[in-house]
C-alpha cells in the first residue's frame, strides 16, 4: 500500500471533479482511497508517501488506436493526399518492416514507440497488428494492451489462406493473454476486406466475445468507391492487384455486419454522414480520431459536435508513424487544442482529457479511465504551472511528457518533477 498526492488530483469523471492537494491510496490491485493528501496521510499512519508539487494526477491516458509495427517510417511515405500514401505504403512495406533500416532495427523502433507512449503517461494501447510482428515486445512491455489482429484481404482466391494466417495470429496472441494483455480484431477497412472474409472474422469476433476495431470512411477515396465503386480504388486495385473489382458494400450495408456486435471501435469516420453515426450510436460504438494523421492524409478533422448530437463518446489517438511523426499522445493532444480553433479554449480542454480517459472505457468492463475507489490502480503525473486553479489547457499545453507512471500501482516511469529530467 501506499500514498501519492499532488496540487491536484483530477478524477477525469462525468463531472470533472478535481481534488485540490489531494492524494490516492492504493495498493498493486486497485485504488482504496482518495482525499485530501494529508486526511490520507493521517489515515493511514507509517504508508508510504510522495506528494508531487506543481504536478497533476490523472488516469493513465489511452492511446485507442497505435500502428507500432510502422515505427521505422521517416519520410519515406507519401503525406498530403490519401491515395499517393496509400501507394507510398504497398511500395514501400517491405522496406518499412526490415529488421533493418538505416542503422535502427525493427524491434529498436518499435521499443522506442512504446517508450514514446509511457513518457506521455500512457498506461493503455489499443495496437492493430498487420503481421504480429509486435507481439511479444508489446507483451512484455508495462502498457496494458488490447491487442487487434488486423484482417485485410480483397482477392477471392486468396480467402481461405488469409483467414487461416488471422486464426494463426490470433492463436499466437492468446498465449500472451492476461489481465493486461487482451487479443482481438481488427477489420482494416470496407474497400479492403472481402465480404466472405469479413464474415467468417466477425463470426469467430462474436463467438469469442473479442474486442473490435476498424478503420472507416477515413477518405473521401474510400466514400467514393463505397458509393460508386469508381475513382482512385478503381485504379489502385488494378495496379497493385491486378483486379477489376467494384465495392463490397455500401457504408451502411457495411455497418450492418456489426449490428450484433457492441463496443466496437471505429476509426477516423472523417466522412461518415447522419445515418452512419446514427448506426454506430445505436451499436454503442465508439469514435477514435487521429488529428495530426488526419491532417496529414486528408487535410480533414473530425467534427466532434456531430458525435455529440448522437451520443457517441470521443476518443483520440495517435495512430502509427505510417502517418504521423510521434507516438506522443501528448502531442496529439496539444495539436487538436490549437487545430479545433473555433471551440472554447477550457471545456474543449476538458473534452481532450476525457476523450483519452473516461471516454476511452464508458460501456467496457475495463476498471480505468477515471481515479475512484476500486478502479485499478493506473495513474500519471504532470508538471503544470503553479496555479491555484486546475485548467485543462494548462495540462495539454505545458506538460511534455509524464513525470510519473503508475501501472498496477507500480511506477513505471519516473522523471525529476523540478527539472523534468529523466
Known amino acids: 500500500m501506499q500514498i501519492i498526492g499532488a496540487d491536484f488530483v483530477v478524477l477525469c469523471d462525468a463531472e470533472f471533479r478535481v481534488f485540490k492537494r489531494g492524494g ?80 535502427i532495427s525493427l524491434k529498436t523502433a518499435m521499443q522506442q514507440g512504446i517508450q514514446e507512449c509511457l513518457q506521455s503517461g500512457v498506461g493503455f494501447v489499443g495496437a492493430v497488428s498487420s503481421y504480429g510482428y509486435d507481439l511479444k515486445i508489446l507483451a512484455d512491455s508495462p502498457l496494458r494492451v488490447l491487442y487487434f489482429n488486423e484482417v485485410i484481404g480483397s482477392k477471392a482466391g486468396v480467402l481461405d489462406f488469409l483467414f487461416q494466417n488471422f486464426l494463426a495470429r490470433l492463436e499466437d496472441s492468446k498465449s500472451f493473454q492476461s489481465e493486461s494483455f487482451i487479443p482481438a480484431v481488427a477489420i482494416h477497412s470496407p474497400y479492403s476486406v472481402h465480404s466472405k472474409l469479413l464474415e467468417k472474422v466477425l463470426e469467430v469476433a462474436r463467438k469469442e466475445n473479442l474486442p473490435l ?44 455486419f456489426f449490428k450484433n456486435t457492441k463496443n466496437t471501435y471505429f476509426v477516423h469516420c472523417l466522412e461518415a454522414d447522419s445515418l452512419a453515426l446514427e448506426t454506430i450510436a445505436k451499436m454503442q460504438g465508439k469514435i477514435i480520431t487521429c488529428p495530426k494523421s488526419n491532417r496529414l492524409l486528408n487535410s480533414k478533422l473530425l467534427n466532434p459536435r456531430a458525435l455529440e448530437r448522437y451520443g457517441i463518446p470521443l476518443c483520440l489517438g495517435t495512430d502509427g508513424k505510417s502517418s504521423n511523426d510521434s507516438l506522443s499522445l501528448l502531442d496529439e493532444l496539444r495539436i487538436a487544442l490549437f487545430a479545433y480553433c473555433n471551440e472554447p479554449l477550457e471545456s474543449f480542454a476538458r473534452e481532450l482529457l476525457l476523450s ?45 511528457w509524464a513525470n510519473a507512471l503508475y501501472i498496477n500501482g507500480v511506477e513505471v516511469l519516473k522523471r525529476n518533477a523540478e527539472t523534468n529530467n529523466l
Not at 87 to 101: A, F, G, H, P, W
Not at 216 to 245: D, H, P, V
Open 24 to 103: 490516492i491510496c492504493f495498493d498493486s490491485k486497485e485504488i482504496l482511497a482518495i482525499d485530501s493528501y494529508e486526511g490520507l496521510c493521517a489515515q493511514y499512519k507509517g504508508v508510504p508517501s510522495q506528494y508531487f508539487e506543481s504536478c497533476a494526477i490523472t488516469p493513465a491516458l489511452a492511446n485507442l488506436h497505435l500502428h507500432l509495427e510502422f515505427s521505422q517510417n521517416a519520410g519515406l511515405l507519401h503525406f498530403g493526399n490519401f491515395g499517393k500514401w496509400l501507394d507510398s505504403v504497398l511500395e514501400n512495406r517491405e522496406v518499412l518492416m526490415q529488421e533493418n533500416l538505416e542503422g
Open 213 to 256: 476495431s476498424v478503420h472507416f470512411l477515413e477518405s473521401l477515396a474510400e466514400k467514393e468507391w463505397l458509393e460508386s465503386s469508381k475513382g482512385y480504388f478503381k485504379s489502385f486495385f488494378k495496379r497493385f492487384f491486378g483486379e477489376e473489382i467494384t465495392s463490397f458494400y455500401s457504408a451502411q450495408s457495411f455497418l450492418e
Open 356 to 400: 483519452v480517459t473516461r471516454n476511452a472505457f464508458l460501456n467496457t468492463t475495463f476498471k480505468l479511465g477515471s481515479l475512484q475507489v476500486g478502479n485499478l490502480a493506473d495513474f500519471a503525473v504532470f508538471k503544470i504551472p503553479k496555479t491555484r486553479e486546475f485548467l485543462a489547457q494548462n495540462l495539454i499545453l505545458y506538460a511534455r
